[in-house]
């Protein structure tokens, strides 16, 4: 399967040295099979780091035979999802015991809703109901160095149009 990572420089050899803590599924490298979610995670990182000179989409080929190893895969957006990303972007350590994690992304517009559930301002069914909705997105967080080196492969990286 072909997936991207959006940087802002050229990864040939991932490495979890540069994993952020916070993130919807804890400290990984995070590659999606969506290749415009990929585009749009590169431009805003770009933005984020004035010294970049241009986006870069990594491709890469994960091979989907992830039988010898330790995957969480969540098939939709639910409560075990929603709990999950909330403990994880909390600093809890509910993803140590994976390899990778597979699931939906909670990005801008997702996570407004999440956090108007955690301010007590949307019950969690209507959390759910609302994220449901979400354009469609994806993201396989490969947190071990082990998974990344036996079922990731790069293949090219290609520069985009410079962030004004």
Same mark, same amino acid.
């Given at each position: 399967?072909?997936v ?10 991932p ?11 804890g400290?990984a ?9 990929a ?5 805003r990182?770009c933005s ?5 000179? /241009?986006?870069?989409v990594?491709?890469?080929? $994960?091979d ?7 995957? &969480? %895969? +969540? ?5 075990t999802?929603?709990d999950?990303v909330?403990d ?5 350590d509910?993803?140590s015991?994976?390899d ?12 407004r809703?999440?956090q ?6 949307i019950t969690k069914?209507?959390a759910?109901e609302l994220?449901r909705? /979400? ?6 967080? $490969?947190?071990t ?6 079922? &990731? %492969? +790069?293949?090219?990286?290609?520069e985009?149009?410079?962030v004004?």
């Open positions: 399967m072909i991207y990572h959006g940087s802002t420089v050229e990864i040939k050899s490495d979890l040295n540069h994993a952020k803590r916070f993130l919807d599924f400290p490298f995070y590659v999606t099979s969506f290749r415009e979610q585009e749009h995670w590169a431009r990182k984020r780091v004035p010294s970049s000179s /241009a986006p870069v990594n491709v890469y080929e $994960l989907d035979d992830l039988s010898a190893f330790s995957v &969480l %895969r +969540f098939c939709g957006v639910d409560e999802w929603l999950f909330c994880c972007r909390d600093g809890k509910v993803y015991a994976h990778a994690i597979i699931g939906r992304v909670a990005d801008d517009d997702v996570f809703t999440i108007s559930y955690r301010q007590g301002d069914a209507r759910i994220l909705f /979400a354009r469609p997105n994806d993201q396989f967080a $490969l947190r160095s082990r998974i990344i080196s036996a079922k &990731l %492969r +790069f293949v090219r990286s290609y985009m149009e410079s004004a």
